[in-house]
Nanobody, 125 residues
Framework: VQLQASGGGLVQAGGSLRLSCAAS????????MGWFRQAPGKEREFVGG????????VYPDSVKGRFTISRDNAKTTVYLQMNGLKPEDTAVYYC???????????????????WGQGTLVTVSS
């Protein structure tokens, strides 16, 4: 499966952005989807994931209540709605996919097999 992330840009602190991740290829399989980010000089970190049916979402405390993941399986697209953005949210954001057999939502980078190219989000103070 191929992933294409988009929607990044420059936004002021407190603002919102919605990222999209379009999947193509073998999209009729069950894939959990995750979003990660990597800030300059830092390791890539998990910012949220969604089960293949969309019924389960998980978030780390750093973004809980501000970020929301959703998916439209008919359009094979996953979204990351980011509200209340902070300068520390500045990073390259990546979407990732993992083929699953259940409603699991992995949190570890190593668990995901497919990655998009990343989209840059810059939050100014």
């Amino acid at each position: 499966v191929q992933l294409q992330a988009s929607g990044g840009g420059l936004v002021q602190a407190g603002g919102s952005l919605r990222l999209s991740c379009a999947a193509s290829g073998r999209t009729n399989s069950m894939y959990a989807m995750g979003w990660f980010r990597q800030a300059p000089g830092k390791e890539r970190e998990f910012v949220g994931g969604i089960s293949w049916r969309g019924g389960t979402t998980v978030y780390p405390d750093s973004v809980k209540g501000r970020f929301t993941i959703s998916r439209d399986n008919a359009k094979t697209t996953v979204y990351l709605q980011m509200n209340g953005l902070k300068p520390e949210d500045t990073a390259v954001y990546y979407c990732a996919a993992k083929w699953v057999l259940s409603g699991q939502v992995p949190r570890r980078e190593m668990d995901y097999s497919y990655w998009g190219q990343g989209t840059l989000v810059t939050v100014s103070s």
